[in-house]
């Protein structure tokens, strides 16, 4: 039995005013114990007050991205042993939006770089696959997800579920407005999951959470949640409010 993970990426928005205030409305909301692991992931900057202003609660700290160097001349870079140092528990990695943005258009080996250096400081990563429109369209979804998945963790051991965590993003459906369907969610996460299993092993496989990322709202939180392999959520736009994001984890705790 997986325990569920909801993650609120807030990408680059919110300031720190905004964020303590989020923190405070969140930990009202969620009282008592949860069902769900709940992640917060802020900007760099953000990441030392919002460690702050989450102690002794059970939401805990994830970055957005960490370099795989771990010093050196890299300017404008933050290490995993930085990331670390916050207090951060996962790291968001490969994200569509640092894949496919100019100026980063990061490929699958530096992700793998990437992934590699999180984990070997005991990070968990929350490593982010998806396939575009125009891939979904030419029928090509189900190898873009094995190609991204054994890619990102080429040369990785996994030997439990805490170690890793899967989030399928469909291109499409991130900040437009449109979500995959549950059925087209299970299929991609089982597809995954069959995946993981070759590439990890049956036992941790089992154990690895595989969340799902694009245009997640209350409203369809509870759909999505039902399926099989569909084990939480990596909540974008929805999570800039902690009214939103605490509706949406209520639902995936009470689908578990
Ligand atoms: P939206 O929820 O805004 O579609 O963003 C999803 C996402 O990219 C989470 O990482």
Redesign the pocket.
Same mark, same amino acid.
């Given at each position: 039995m997986r325990r569920a993970l909801v993650a609120a990426?807030w990408k680059m928005n919110l300031d720190l005013p905004q964020m303590r205030a989020w923190v405070a409305a969140a930990r009202a909301e969620l009282t008592g114990t949860l069902a769900v692991d709940v992640v917060v992931c802020p900007p760099f900057p953000y990441l030392f007050p919002m460690a702050k202003a989450l102690a002794e609660c059970a939401i805990r700290l994830g970055a957005q991205d960490a370099y795989h160097e771990t010093s050196g001349a890299f300017t404008g870079e933050v290490s995993a042993v930085m990331v670390r140092e916050t207090g951060a528990a996962y790291v968001i990695l490969g994200?569509s939006e640092r894949r496919h943005t100019i100026g980063h258009l990061e490929d699958d080996r530096m992700v793998n770089l990437k992934l590699r250096a999180v984990q070997s400081v005991g990070m968990t990563p929350i490593l982010c696959v998806g396939e575009t429109l125009a891939q979904r369209k030419a029928s090509q979804t189900l190898d873009v997800l094995s190609f991204q998945l054994s890619a990102g963790l080429s040369g990785v051991r996994v030997s439990s579920g805490e170690q890793l965590v899967i989030a399928y993003?469909p291109v499409w459906?991130?900040?437009t407005g449109l979500n995959a369907t549950a059925a087209q969610a299970q299929e991609a996460h089982a597809h995954l999951r069959a995946e993981l299993t070759r590439l990890i092993g049956r036992e941790p496989a089992a154990q690895v959470r595989i969340i799902y *990322? *694009?245009? %997640?709202k209350p409203e369809n939180a509870n759909e999505l949640m039902g399926q099989a392999d569909v084990d939480g959520g %990596?909540? *974008?736009?929805?999570s800039l409010k902690a009214e939103t994001f605490t509706r949406i984890v209520r639902v995936v705790s009470q689908s578990g």
């Open positions: 990426n994200h993003e459906a991130i900040g *990322g *694009g245009s %997640l %990596l909540v *974008g736009g929805a």
